[in-house]
């Protein structure tokens, strides 16, 4: 995969950035990342800057920023404008992540993308689409890109590799989710221990039906939700991906039978409290919450480009919503693991306590 780095005047001279040079023969994606080197920003004319942030609004690959430096306030137009910009420790703004080897961490996203390039694409075209959008807009746009990504070549190669493992479909879940309702206050407890409440076709249904008792019930003014055992929920049980029987019916159970719309919905009522692993599905449905709480043993991390996906519990519209579409596509594209500490920093999480 080839990476190309501009300048900063060279984006602002620009018509398109990407149009051509990213299909390469037989359509293949071959250059899905522009590295745009901010260290030149010194040098470039206000009005430059503006016209940079202009184009890479429109652009049809990723923009990635390099800063070596701290960036500046002059800069924040076209640090918004990217798709994510990467900068020393230190660096504030929501569009940077702060690292202590900027080097490092470009090749670390630029090798995540070569090896799944049109899940990659597809999670910054879909953030940068939904930012504007109420969130069940947003979720629908979400699956739309999902279904997209489940007929592609790199998803395929994943589910194929999964699938010669020869892991059978998980047994039943019993008591999936447990309730308990004590006043004003209905606690929602994930009940799959075993499975570290991995996200199942089970334990989504029970989770949906308990939500929807508040969604019904307004003396329900306070909803706790919570996991047994080891962590809070490890995400989409991988052993039942693929066995949907078509794209429309999965599109549908995702967007008007996921929990994701309904935390959304009561997102003033609920409150998380997150431990242990929180992965996909298991950090997507409590960023919708009004309020979420980590253990400090909680560690986030949301693998699904990896897989040749999007994520698809709403986790393109919660997480930017919290984090900014920057961070987030940081976490989708690399699969970074944080812990407590950093999403609290970055606002995916509002407290740290047990």
């Known amino acids: 995969m080839q990476t190309r780095r501009i300048s900063i005047a060279d ?25 745009v080197d901010l260290d030149t920003a ?31 306030d002059a800069q924040h137009p076209l640090l918004e404008a990217l798709d994510l910009t990467y ?13 202590d080897d900027v080097e490092a961490a470009i090749s670390a996203f630029t090798d995540s993308v070569s090896r799944c390039p049109q899940a990659a694409l597809v999670a910054a075209q879909v953030v940068r689409a939904t930012e504007p959008l109420a969130p069940v807009v947003a979720i629908d746009v979400e699956s739309l890109g999902y279904s997209t990504l489940q007929g592609g070549d790199e998803f395929g190669r994943w589910l194929k590799e999964r699938r010669a493992k020869g892991r059978p479909l998980p047994p039943p879940a019993v008591d999936p989710v447990l309730l308990d309702r004590q006043g004003n206050t209905l606690r929602i407890t994930l009940n799959r221990p075993d499975r570290r409440n991995a996200y199942g076709t089970a334990l989504r249904d029970a989770l949906v039906e308990a939500l929807r008792l508040a ?48 935390v959304s919905v009561l997102a003033d ?29 909680t ?18 519209v ?35 306590g047990s």
Do not use: N, Q, Y
């Open 11 to 35: 984006l602002a001279a620009a018509p398109v950035v990407g149009g051509g040079d990213l299909l390469g023969d037989g359509a293949a994606i071959a250059s899905p990342v522009v590295l």
């Open 42 to 72: 010194t040098d470039v004319p206000a009005e430059d800057l503006a016209r940079a942030a202009d184009r890479a609004a429109a652009t049809d690959v990723i923009l990635l920023g390099r800063s070596t430096r701290p960036v500046d």
């Open 87 to 99: 900068a020393p420790t230190g660096a504030k703004h929501r569009a940077v992540v702060a690292t």
């Open 215 to 262: 969604v019904l019930d307004d003396s329900i003014d306070h909803v706790i939700v919570d996991g047994a055992g080891s962590s809070f929920c490890a995400g989409g049980d991988l052993d039942e991906f693929g066995h949907m029987p078509d794209a429309s019916t999965a599109h549908l159970i995702r967007t008007r039978g996921g929990a994701g719309r309904l």
């Open 269 to 297: 009522r609920v409150e998380v409290r997150l431990h242990g692993h929180c992965v996909g599905a298991g950090i997507e449905i409590p960023a919708f919450a009004g309020r979420v709480v980590a253990a400090p043993d």
């Open 299 to 316: 560690r986030i991390r949301l693998p699904e480009v990896s897989m040749g996906l999007i994520p698809g519990a709403g986790g393109t």
């Open 318 to 352: 919660s997480v930017p919503r919290r984090i900014g579409r920057w961070r987030a596509l940081h976490l989708f594209v690399t699969g970074a693991e944080i812990d407590a500490a950093r999403a609290l920093e970055w606002g995916l999480v509002d407290a740290i």
